[in-house]
């Protein structure tokens, strides 16, 4: 197997809430420890696991939003561009749809020139026709998700963070947003993937990872660790 | 190289932001980027005269040169505060450096500034006594300020983020300095053996330079320049240092 990649060696971060100077306060809970993960390219991970074991943690420390406080973590390239699907990061009232799209773009990574090509298709994708050249703050908040998925969908990372977002706007919408991310999974694009639902991630996955506690309790094939995790983990069978 | 010129597009853009909502805040619009300064000026004028005995056109413009120099100065920082705290929910999902944050707070400010600053400029140099070679001098006194502002913006913008105390703090010394800074008052006023004290300040050295530079065309006092770039350098390499150390283990620390 080529090299990884993303490699998690024994990683763990945890949160202090609030600025303490010194050590790490005894009582202070792991939000992650101890975990170890390869991540290979073009695969399409799922994470499955209850509220509070990490999931969002370890999205977040892939993306580069924070450091480790133990362990590793090492990518395979510098500059490797993991991003997580955020629905209208940083937008600004008072600019246009248009402007918008490329400052979130630029957010997420992109350059202005690349986010300026994709316009075109932005404005295509979010069916917002003419209103895409008026301030976001006259739009519904169905318009504004709209945008948001559109232009998250013009930013091909090198790999793909999904956290539970998985189709937005009303049901014509719904239908559309869902079948470009099912392209993505399709796609070369790494894809890691959080959810409640067991039955999403054995759907669409190639490889699962059930959390628990900041540690990874089972890894594998999809339909087997979710099939675990719904007869062991899930509230619902609790 | 990339990374350099993306964040110069998201400071371009989001300071376009920042403008065009302080425009639509008000009836006035962009008109408040000059009457506010103005209407300090006559607030500071109309008290002052009548204690100090200085009236007439010289008195006004001395006061409003300081006037708009503290307001680039305190705004700046001030904005800059906060400007963490205020966009919290983007470094949750984007890996951005903190700094682009109050860089982009005191962008929007200093363009406020160099409206204000242009249109005193004209009217100073009509009612003075016309350009000098002395204005020369303000390219590098508009720099020093922009750079100590920014430097001291990199140590607030983290430190207010992770103690919210200290902005209440921050408010009061920032009270203090309006009172001791010269801006409705000259060196001539200060007492002879409080004038290093008064110098040690570093505002009230850019205040006194551009009075020196706009209204009497003289050039600014250099050691006085030189221990105010001396400060900002610190500022920069400590200011450097905290944005380091705390770009991304500030989501860990607090959750504002």
Redesign the interface.
């Known amino acids: 197997m080529s090299d990884p990649l993303i490699r998690l060696e024994n990683t763990g971060?945890?949160?202090?809430?609030?600025?303490t100077l010194g050590a790490r306060p005894p009582e202070t809970p792991w939000a992650l420890r101890g975990l170890n993960l390869e991540i290979q390219k073009g695969e399409k991970l799922g994470i499955v696991g209850r509220n509070g074991c990490g999931k969002s943690t370890l999205l977040?420390l892939l993306?580069?939003?924070?450091?480790p406080?133990e362990g590793s973590i090492r990518y395979s390239q510098s500059g490797l561009h993991v991003?997580?699907l955020?629905l209208g990061?940083?937008f600004?009232?008072?600019?246009t749809g248009a402007?918008n799209a490329?400052?979130s773009g630029?957010?997420?990574?992109?350059?202005?020139r690349h986010m300026e090509s994709r316009l075109r298709e932005i404005q295509e994708f979010s069916e917002l026709a003419d209103a895409f050249y008026h301030p976001v703050n006259t739009y519904s908040s169905g318009m504004n998700a709209r945008l948001g998925f559109s232009i998250a969908l013009q930013t091909d990372p090198d790999v793909f963070l999904i956290d539970e977002i998985l189709g937005v706007g009303d049901h014509g919408f719904l239908n559309k947003s869902r079948e470009a991310i099912q392209k993505k999974f399709k796609s070369d694009t790494t894809v890691i993937l959080i959810s409640h639902e067991a039955k999403t991630i054995s759907s669409i996955c190639s490889r699962a990872v059930w959390m628990n506690k900041g540690n990874i309790l089972a890894q594998g094939d999809p339909v087997d660790v979710c099939k675990t995790y719904e007869s062991q983990g899930s509230p619902s069978r609790r | 190289m990339n990374n350099v010129l993306r964040y110069k597009d998201i400071i371009y853009y989001r300071t376009l932001a920042g403008l065009k909502s302080e425009a639509r805040k008000n009836y006035l619009g962009y008109l408040w980027f000059i009457f506010e300064p103005l209407l300090s000026t006559g607030v500071l004028y109309f008290a002052m005269s009548h204690l100090t005995g200085n009236r007439g056109a010289d008195a006004i413009l001395t006061i409003l040169v300081g006037m708009i120099t503290w307001q680039w100065f305190e705004g700046s920082i001030m904005l800059s505060s906060l400007s963490l705290t205020t966009k919290f929910h983007i470094h949750m999902q984007v890996p951005l450096p903190k700094y682009l944050f109050p860089l982009v707070d005191i962008g929007t400010h200093t363009v406020r500034f160099a409206c204000a600053f242009l249109l005193v400029l004209s009217v100073c140099l009509c009612l003075a006594h016309g350009p000098t070679i002395a204005l020369l001098w303000l390219p590098v006194l508009l720099i020093l300020q922009l750079a100590m502002i920014i430097g001291f913006s990199l140590i607030i913008s983290i430190s207010v983020t992770l103690m919210p105390d200290l902005k209440v703090l921050m408010q009061s010394i920032f009270r203090l300095l309006f009172f001791v800074s010269g801006i409705f008052f000259t060196a001539e006023k200060v007492p002879a053996h409080l004038l290093p004290y008064f110098h040690a300040n570093p505002i009230t050295i850019f205040i006194e330079s551009f009075r020196g530079v706009i209204l009497e065309g003289k050039a600014p006092n250099v050691s006085l320049l030189a221990y105010n770039a001396v400060i900002t350098v610190v500022l920069f390499v400590v200011g450097g240092c905290i944005q380091s150390y705390f770009d991304k283990r500030l989501l860990k620390l607090t959750n504002v």
């Open positions: 971060v945890y949160y202090r809430g609030g600025w977040r993306a580069g939003i924070i450091t406080d991003q997580l955020a990061v940083g600004e009232g008072n600019l402007e490329i400052l630029l957010f997420m990574g992109k350059s202005r």
